[in-house]
């Protein structure tokens, strides 16, 4: 039934973004995303990490929790904007799209996602979830709260695993 093959699609692909999240270089944080069309194909995916050529949070010693902030601040590009990048790079033709991510995405990757909802031309998109794993432990419960409501306002629903699970 419907249910059981939302729930078989979710969790493995939830299994394929903990995989993939190990090619992260962070040495504290490894985010993974995925971009899945209506038909469970992946489209997209990306995890948190420098640009392409740059020296890695690996290669790098810190002697605090900030200066590893200030580095991934000034250098890596969340997850969700690389699997943005690998979405305009491969320009596929699709209609709507579930998001999944294995932490909360932060407030601008949130915009950057639901800012891909096109709902003139011929190629109209539609984010309809967005569901994570775990909440980002630096986003407080009211963050989020506020961050569910954004997505609302573009019909989408930002939700955890267990919110998913318990939709159907």
Do not use: W
């Not at 039934?1 to 699609?9: A, G, P, V, W």
């Not at 900030?66 to 890596?76: A, F, L, P, S, V």
């Not at 539609?126 to 630096?138: A, C, D, N, V």
Request: hydrophobic residues 30%; charged residues 25%; contains cysteine.
């Amino acid at each position: 039934d419907d249910h059981n093959n939302f729930r078989h699609l979710l969790l493995f692909h939830l299994r394929q973004m903990q995989e993939y999240s190990q090619f992260s270089k962070c040495q504290f944080t490894k985010v993974a995303c995925f971009f899945v069309n209506e038909h469970g194909k992946i489209i997209a995916s990306g995890v948190n990490g420098t640009i392409a050529g740059d020296e890695n949070c690996c290669d790098h010693h810190f002697e605090t929790r900030e200066e590893h902030i200030k580095y991934t601040r000034d250098n890596e590009i969340h997850a969700e904007q690389n699997s943005i990048l690998e979405l305009a790079t491969t320009q596929p033709k699709f209609n709507t799209i579930t998001v999944y991510v294995n932490l909360s995405p932060c407030y601008e990757c949130l915009k950057n996602i639901l800012g891909l909802t096109r709902q003139l031309g011929s190629n109209k998109i539609r984010i309809e979830k967005i569901i994570y794993l775990e909440k980002y432990h630096r986003t407080s419960d009211d963050e989020l709260l506020i961050m569910k409501q954004k997505a609302n306002k573009f019909n989408c629903k930002l939700m955890s695993l267990e919110e998913a699970e318990n939709e159907f």
